[in-house]
Structures are given as structure tokens and as C-alpha cells.
């Protein structure tokens, strides 16, 4: 079998979803229907095998992206192999779905039938937008009572904009899901309690409404599909062979959604998503040659194991046997033996140990190709985001972007004998996620530990107890807020002049500043015929970025473009230094000059409470400075969409329950930066 056939025949796809959406349930169930695993673990029971972790098994929450491989190969068809990875679904551990989506081709997004579309739903779904990953959805949890699959459609346009194509139709109303009308098809498929799967023809009596539904979905598909559409207009009969080749090509181009229903714990319509997984989900060769740099220059790398060297770093684990570094090949081929070079590192590496990952299981491999996920075992200093490229050619791929911190709080060591195994463990937890900073207050030497919520912190200290047996005791909590600019101002000049005696020093720059929308920072050289050499342009950055870590709020300052407009050197006192120190001072009176506003983290609030406690939560949620954006009435219950600042929701969580006597619950989820009331 040549490569491209191989290749053609792998898929590597994520499960997304909001919390309790059935995700891992839905995981161990794929596993097992394709012989990976011959024995169903349950979340509840902390047996599934994804959630490995003790604190995953405990608290019955996916916390870190786990990785599984399997085969599966639907009837007619060749044997696939599908890499699947299982992501978090509470939003304080975003940076798991994120990295996981930058290095996938596809993704499956599971959504309750009960519950629609929720708030996390829609910033994963987001997510997997931004990277182009082509997705298919799984209507899960059609076996309880008040599943309504037509209601997800509707939320799949009107939330997600998304233009959702139903592959069938369920049988059975309010929760007894009782089979599938397969539209592609033209089956009943039914399923027994095993989970075994029986189809038949759609029979005589039946036809006629299932084929309206058919037309229905032809006319969806054809409306994206030139080939389609010219065969429907033609009047040419449409086998499933040609319907399915137009729906794949309508997924991969991102113009519409298949969409399936089941219900994972019953092991219903799990054998028609893993078909719908390989015909409608695409292959690394089905995926677009990703951008890279090389020799400073744009490139772009396709899915070609005989090309240069390009892999990616997108995840850091600490296991028992030890650290795991997991790869993404997109170009050439990763072998052991190999030294490669290390992008953020700038130094090279030898690569000892390459295994394929199921789980917190490995089995060594020799070789990994363009469009395999795998990982390298033993390397303790792998940074997440960096690029591996051979030695003799260094080739750069986009890095991954975490969200920034929004929350720390003040960490100690019970014990002083514990202070290094302290310091050994966040270094350890720092490593694998992005998200999590550590860094020491510079006014009282306190370790301040920066997360993006309440649990995302919680978990880490749990992590620390558990994994490095280090009992810790946390401080108050500590908001990210941040600074910007209130106007532009032009014309600030920073100046550095050391003459007398010793080695001098010297160095004028001078900026115009202006305020950016976006939050982000950018600097921009617009001197020119030299007036300011490149290796001093690239200092004064480097003093730019180092004022603006600290404003005078005493926060970083974001949202500014600075601008060097004007310079002078001096041909023996003129360094690095010296730029460095003349920009920071620039900046400084530029700040001082203009003031700054405060920002502080607001978040959106979705609580989920009883009708009869509507009134109280509203009025609890105003009282902390929130705005209610969206009421939804849904008889006995009612969803509340709001915004509220950060500050103002600590304990938030413990505080409804006591509200609603534990009726309610939220999920609070990072909206953005805004003006801080009051300043």
C-alpha cells in the first residue's frame, strides 16, 4: 500500500463539547464498539479510560486532552484508523481544547438533546471556527425525557450560525429513542441493548414521508454543491454513493454540518457516528499545507512524509513513567535516533523514545510520518507550542495562544522543608499548560499562582497535594486587571547620556503612541535610511514590551500601538542597553502623559435555576455589578445569560447553591476586558 493511501485512510478528529454533554461517556463507547477496549468503564463510577487521573476520577470532570487510537471500518468500506482525542468541556481548561484543535483535522461536537446548545458549546464551536477544523455533530442523550433533536437544529442555525445537515431522522418521541432513519441510506437502523446494530429497508408503507426528508437534505447539500446540484436538476437519480461524496465535500469545504443523533450510555448510534467519522471527516491529505517560516522566509508545508522535517509540540504530561511530550508530524518524517532542531529552544535534541499514546498507555514505535499524532518520551525541558525541524534545516510553525490569566491566588508551603517541592511542582504544572503562570510579588515575595477560574486553580493545588505531596495553604485571591491608554500623543522622546568617565553610555529614541481596540500591543519601526540600526530598533522593542508589563495603575498596559518615529545613536556609546533604558523612560512619560483606564476581566454568567427562584438569582447577580443580557423561559426552569466582572464573583458558585437550596447552577466563562466601574 503506497503512503497517500495510508494516509488517505487515517483520521485524526476531537470530541468537543459543553460540560456533561456526554464527551468521555461517548469516548469509551467508540472504544469499545472498535475493539480498542473490551470492557466499558463509566464516568460516574471513575472507571472511563480518558479520564486516567485520579482528580479526573474523583471529581468525574475531563481536565486534561487525552489521546486514543482506534480502527474501525464501516461495511463495504476499508479499515481506517481514527485518532481521537477527548477535551475538556469546563471553560477554565480551554487551553486543552485549543491546543487539541490547532493540531486535528476534524472534530465531533456532542451536544445534549436535552439541554441544546450551551454557552461552552458555543465557544468551542468558536474555536474549532477560527482554526477551520471541518466538524460533524452527534445529538446526544436522545433517551431522556425532553430530548427534542429539531430543537438542536434550530439552535445549530440561530447560536452557531451553523447550516446543520441531518443525516436521518429519530424514532420515538420523549425519550424512547427507539432507532434511526438513515437518509443517506435508505435504512431503519435499530439498536438491541447490547448495542448491536440491525438495519433494513425502509419498507413500502414507511417510503413515502422518508423520502421527503431525503429530497430535503439533497436540497440542502445541492445548494453547496455544484455537482449535486446539477444531477438533482437533471432529474438523475441520487445513490447514496453520490449523495455521501457531496456531503463530504460540502463538510471539508466548511459549508455545512452533518448532524446524527444517539445516546452514547445505551450504546445507540455509535456505529453510524464512527461510519460518519470516516466518510465525512477528512484526512491529513484532505487538509490545507499549513503555513511555516524557514530561513525567514513563508512557506507552506503539505501532508508529504518524503518532505522537510515539521512537527509540532502541543502538549506537555507528566505520567508515572514519566514526562510526555506529544508531537504532531505535519511534514517529513520524526524518526528515533533523529536530532532535531528546537524552535524555542534554538538548540537541538536527540529523539530517544517515539510511542503512540492511548491514554496513560504507550507502545513504542520506531517512526512517525507526515499527519501522525505521537509522542516523545523522556525529554523534561519540552516547551508547548515549540516546533521540531531537522538540525540542518530550521523550519517554524505557528505557536499555539493561550488565553490570558484572569485569577491568582497567593500559594505557600505548610511546611518550609517543602518550599523545593513547591517550587518542583508548579515549575512541573507551569510546563504543561499555558494557561497557568507562576510568578513572585515583588512587594512581599509571595508565590502568586495565575489560573483562568476558581477551578482551574483548585485542581492545580489539588495536583500539587496529590502528585508532589505538598500541602499548601492559598491567600486571596488576586483579579488580572490590566491598563490602556486614553489618547494618542505624539512627539515623547526618551534619552540616555553617560559621559563622565568609565564606558558611556547614549541613546534617543522618540515615539508616537495611539490607542488599538483589539488589546493587543504592536510596535512598528518607521525611521528611516538608518537612522536608528536594526539591532538597536530590536533593543528599543525589547524596552518597549518591559514598560509595558507594568503601567502606572501598577498593571500591564494592553492595546497600543507604539511607533518609532525619530532616533540617534552615537557611534562609541550607543548599545543595546542603552536603547533599552531610553525606551522604557519614553514610554513611561508617554503613559504619565496621556493616563490610563483600568480594565478589569468580565465574564459571562449561564445559570440554569428553577422558575421559582428567578427573581432572587436576578437580583443577586445585579447586586454584584452584573448586567442580565438574556432571560429563556422554560416553564418550571428558566436560563439567565448574563455579564458580571470577575471580582465580583468570588465564591460565586457556593453562594447560588445556598440561594436555590442547590436547585441552580452556573457556568461562568471568560467574555473579555472592559472599563472597571469606578476606576
Same mark, same amino acid.
Do not use: C
Given at each position: 500500500?503506497?503512503?497517500?493511501?495510508?494516509?488517505?485512510?487515517?483520521?485524526?478528529?476531537?470530541?468537543?463539547?459543553?460540560?456533561? #454533554?456526554?464527551?468521555?461517556?461517548?469516548?469509551?463507547?467508540?472504544?469499545?464498539?472498535?475493539?480498542?477496549?473490551?470492557?466499558?468503564?463509566?464516568?460516574?463510577?471513575?472507571?472511563?479510560?480518558?479520564?486516567?487521573?485520579? $482528580?479526573?476520577?474523583?471529581?468525574?470532570?475531563?481536565?486534561?486532552?487525552?489521546?486514543?487510537?482506534?480502527?474501525?471500518?464501516?461495511?463495504?468500506?476499508?479499515?481506517?484508523?481514527?485518532?481521537?482525542?477527548?477535551?475538556?468541556?469546563?471553560?477554565?481548561?480551554?487551553?486543552?481544547?485549543?491546543?487539541?484543535?490547532?493540531?486535528?483535522?476534524?472534530?465531533?461536537?456532542?451536544?445534549?438533546?436535552?439541554?441544546?446548545?450551551?454557552?461552552?458549546?458555543?465557544?468551542?464551536?468558536?474555536?474549532?471556527?477560527?482554526?477551520?477544523?471541518?466538524? $460533524?455533530?452527534?445529538?446526544?442523550?436522545?433517551?431522556?425525557?425532553?430530548?427534542?433533536?429539531?430543537?438542536?437544529?434550530?439552535?445549530?442555525?440561530?447560536?452557531?450560525?451553523?447550516?446543520?445537515?441531518?443525516?436521518?431522522?429519530?424514532?420515538?418521541?420523549?425519550?424512547?429513542?427507539?432507532?434511526?432513519?438513515?437518509?443517506?441510506?435508505?435504512?431503519?437502523?435499530?439498536?438491541?441493548?447490547?448495542?448491536?446494530?440491525?438495519?433494513?429497508?425502509?419498507?413500502?408503507?414507511?417510503?413515502?414521508?422518508?423520502?421527503?426528508?431525503?429530497?430535503?437534505?439533497?436540497?440542502?447539500?445541492?445548494?453547496?454543491?455544484?455537482?449535486?446540484?446539477?444531477?438533482?436538476?437533471?432529474?438523475?437519480?441520487?445513490?447514496?454513493?453520490?449523495?455521501?461524496?457531496?456531503?463530504?465535500?460540502?463538510?471539508?469545504?466548511?459549508?455545512?454540518?452533518?448532524?446524527?443523533?444517539?445516546?452514547?450510555?445505551?450504546?445507540?448510534?455509535?456505529?453510524?457516528?464512527?461510519?460518519?467519522?470516516?466518510?465525512?471527516?477528512?484526512?491529513?491529505?484532505?487538509?490545507?499545507?499549513?503555513?511555516?517560516?524557514?530561513?525567514?522566509?513563508? %512557506?507552506?508545508?503539505?501532508?508529504?512524509?518524503?518532505?522537510?522535517?515539521?512537527?509540532?509540540?502541543?502538549?506537555?504530561?507528566?505520567?508515572?513513567?514519566?514526562?510526555?511530550?506529544?508531537?504532531?508530524?505535519?511534514?517529513? %518524517?520524526?524518526?528515533?535516533?533523529? +536530532?532535531?532542531?528546537?524552535?524555542?529552544?534554538?538548540?537541538?535534541?536527540?529523539?530517544?523514545?517515539?510511542?503512540?499514546?492511548?491514554?496513560?498507555?504507550?507502545?513504542?514505535?520506531?517512526?512517525?510520518?507526515?499527519?501522525?499524532?505521537?509522542?516523545?518520551?523522556?525529554?523534561?525541558?519540552?516547551?508547548?507550542?515549540?516546533?521540531?525541524?531537522?538540525?540542518?534545516?530550521?523550519?517554524?510553525?505557528?505557536?499555539?495562544?493561550?488565553?490570558?490569566?484572569?485569577?491568582?491566588?497567593?500559594?505557600?508551603?505548610?511546611?518550609?522543608?517543602?518550599? $523545593?517541592?513547591?517550587?518542583?511542582?508548579?515549575?512541573?504544572?507551569?510546563?504543561?499548560?499555558?494557561?497557568?503562570?507562576?510568578?513572585?510579588?515583588?512587594?512581599?515575595?509571595?508565590?502568586?499562582?495565575?489560573?483562568?477560574?476558581?477551578?482551574?486553580?483548585?485542581?492545580?493545588?489539588?495536583?500539587?497535594?496529590?502528585?508532589?505531596?505538598?500541602?499548601?495553604?492559598?491567600? +486571596?485571591?488576586?483579579?488580572?486587571?490590566?491598563?490602556?491608554?486614553?489618547?494618542?500623543?505624539?512627539?515623547?522622546?526618551?534619552?540616555?547620556?553617560?559621559?563622565?568617565?568609565?564606558?558611556?553610555?547614549?541613546?534617543?529614541?522618540?515615539?508616537? $503612541?495611539?490607542?488599538?481596540?483589539?488589546?493587543?500591543?504592536?510596535?512598528?519601526?518607521?525611521?528611516?535610511?538608518?537612522?536608528?540600526?536594526?539591532?538597536?530598533? #530590536?533593543?528599543?522593542?525589547?524596552?518597549?514590551?518591559?514598560?509595558?508589563?507594568?503601567?502606572?495603575?501598577?498593571?500591564?498596559?494592553?492595546?497600543?500601538?507604539?511607533?518609532?518615529?525619530?532616533?540617534?545613536?552615537?557611534?562609541?556609546?550607543?548599545?543595546?542597553?542603552?536603547?533599552?533604558?531610553?525606551?522604557?523612560?519614553?514610554?513611561?512619560?508617554?503613559?504619565?502623559?496621556?493616563?490610563?483606564?483600568?480594565?478589569?476581566?468580565?465574564?459571562?454568567?449561564?445559570?440554569?435555576?428553577?422558575? %421559582?427562584?428567578?427573581?432572587?438569582?436576578?437580583?443577586?447577580?445585579?447586586?454584584?455589578?452584573?448586567?442580565?443580557?438574556?432571560?429563556?423561559?422554560?416553564?418550571?426552569?428558566?436560563?439567565?445569560?448574563?455579564?458580571?466582572?470577575?471580582?465580583?464573583?468570588?465564591?460565586?458558585? %457556593?453562594?447560588?447553591?445556598?440561594? +436555590?437550596?442547590?436547585?441552580?447552577?452556573?457556568?461562568?466563562?471568560?467574555?473579555?476586558?472592559?472599563?472597571?466601574?469606578?476606576?
Amino acid at each position: 500500500m503506497n503512503t497517500r493511501t495510508l494516509l488517505s485512510r487515517w483520521r485524526n478528529i476531537g470530541v468537543i463539547a459543553h460540560i456533561d #454533554a456526554g464527551k468521555t461517556t461517548l469516548t469509551e463507547r467508540l472504544l469499545w464498539a472498535s475493539g480498542a477496549i473490551h470492557r466499558i468503564g463509566e464516568v460516574h463510577d471513575g472507571e472511563a479510560t480518558t479520564d486516567f487521573s485520579d $482528580i479526573e476520577r474523583r471529581r468525574g470532570i475531563t481536565i486534561g486532552a487525552a489521546a486514543v487510537r482506534l480502527d474501525w471500518m464501516p461495511q463495504g468500506d476499508q479499515p481506517h484508523r481514527l485518532t481521537l482525542i477527548d477535551t475538556p468541556g469546563h471553560i477554565d481548561f480551554a487551553i486543552e481544547v485549543e491546543r487539541s484543535l490547532r493540531v486535528l483535522d476534524g472534530a465531533v461536537a456532542v451536544f445534549s438533546a436535552v439541554d441544546g446548545v450551551q454557552p461552552q458549546s458555543e465557544t468551542v464551536w468558536h474555536q474549532a471556527d477560527r482554526h477551520g477544523v471541518p466538524r $460533524i455533530a452527534f445529538v446526544n442523550k436522545m433517551d431522556r425525557p425532553g430530548a427534542d433533536f429539531e430543537r438542536v437544529l434550530t439552535q445549530l442555525r440561530e447560536k452557531l450560525d451553523a447550516q446543520p445537515w441531518p443525516l436521518g431522522l429519530p424514532l420515538g418521541s420523549d425519550g424512547a429513542f427507539d432507532g434511526w432513519v438513515d437518509l443517506v441510506h435508505r435504512t431503519i437502523v435499530r439498536w438491541n441493548e447490547a448495542g448491536d446494530t440491525e438495519r433494513t429497508d425502509w419498507s413500502t408503507a414507511d417510503a413515502a414521508s422518508y423520502e421527503g426528508a431525503r429530497q430535503r437534505l439533497i436540497e440542502a447539500v445541492a445548494a453547496h454543491d455544484d455537482l449535486l446540484a446539477e444531477a438533482y436538476i437533471n432529474e438523475q437519480p441520487i445513490d447514496d454513493a453520490m449523495l455521501r461524496a457531496a456531503l463530504r465535500r460540502g463538510v471539508l469545504a466548511g459549508l455545512g454540518v452533518p448532524v446524527l443523533a444517539g445516546s452514547a450510555i445505551r450504546n445507540k448510534g455509535i456505529d453510524t457516528l464512527l461510519d460518519a467519522v470516516v466518510h465525512y471527516l477528512p484526512s491529513p491529505l484532505d487538509r490545507p499545507s499549513i503555513r511555516a517560516e524557514r530561513n525567514g522566509e513563508e %512557506t507552506w508545508l503539505a501532508a508529504d512524509p518524503d518532505g522537510p522535517l515539521a512537527a509540532l509540540v502541543f502538549k506537555i504530561a507528566h505520567q508515572a513513567h514519566g514526562p510526555v511530550t506529544y508531537v504532531r508530524v505535519y511534514s517529513g %518524517t520524526l524518526r528515533v535516533g533523529d +536530532t532535531v532542531w528546537r524552535s524555542r529552544q534554538e538548540s537541538a535534541r536527540r529523539i530517544g523514545r517515539l510511542a503512540i499514546v492511548q491514554a496513560d498507555r504507550t507502545q513504542d514505535v520506531t517512526q512517525a510520518v507526515a499527519g501522525e499524532i505521537v509522542a516523545i518520551l523522556g525529554w523534561k525541558d519540552a516547551v508547548s507550542g515549540e516546533t521540531l525541524s531537522a538540525s540542518t534545516l530550521p523550519i517554524t510553525l505557528e505557536t499555539i495562544h493561550a488565553q490570558p490569566a484572569v485569577l491568582s491566588w497567593r500559594l505557600s508551603a505548610q511546611k518550609a522543608t517543602d518550599l $523545593i517541592k513547591l517550587g518542583q511542582g508548579l515549575a512541573a504544572l507551569a510546563q504543561e499548560d499555558p494557561s497557568f503562570r507562576v510568578e513572585t510579588d515583588t512587594d512581599t515575595g509571595e508565590t502568586l499562582a495565575w489560573g483562568m477560574g476558581e477551578l482551574h486553580l483548585e485542581v492545580m493545588v489539588e495536583r500539587l497535594r496529590n502528585e508532589w505531596n505538598v500541602e499548601v495553604r492559598t491567600g +486571596t485571591p488576586r483579579v488580572a486587571y490590566q491598563e490602556t491608554p486614553r489618547a494618542a500623543v505624539h512627539g515623547v522622546e526618551g534619552k540616555v547620556v553617560k559621559r563622565n568617565g568609565g564606558v558611556g553610555q547614549f541613546a534617543r529614541v522618540v515615539f508616537d $503612541i495611539a490607542p488599538r481596540e483589539d488589546g493587543l500591543n504592536t510596535f512598528e519601526d518607521r525611521t528611516v535610511g538608518g537612522m536608528v540600526p536594526k539591532a538597536f530598533v #530590536a533593543a528599543t522593542e525589547k524596552g518597549v514590551r518591559a514598560a509595558l508589563a507594568e503601567g502606572p495603575r501598577g498593571y500591564p498596559v494592553v492595546g497600543i500601538t507604539v511607533r518609532l518615529v525619530d532616533g540617534e545613536t552615537h557611534a562609541v556609546d550607543s548599545s543595546d542597553l542603552a536603547f533599552q533604558r531610553a525606551a522604557m523612560e519614553a514610554m513611561k512619560t508617554a503613559l504619565a502623559r496621556v493616563g490610563t483606564t483600568l480594565l478589569e476581566p468580565v465574564m459571562t454568567v449561564a445559570i440554569d435555576t428553577p422558575a %421559582t427562584h428567578l427573581g432572587d438569582v436576578v437580583g443577586d447577580v445585579q447586586r454584584r455589578n452584573g448586567r442580565v443580557a438574556a432571560i429563556e423561559d422554560k416553564g418550571a426552569r428558566a436560563d439567565i445569560l448574563a455579564l458580571a466582572p470577575l471580582a465580583a464573583l468570588a465564591g460565586y458558585t %457556593t453562594a447560588l447553591r445556598s440561594l +436555590t437550596q442547590g436547585r441552580a447552577q452556573a457556568s461562568v466563562i471568560f467574555h473579555g476586558y472592559e472599563e472597571a466601574s469606578g476606576q
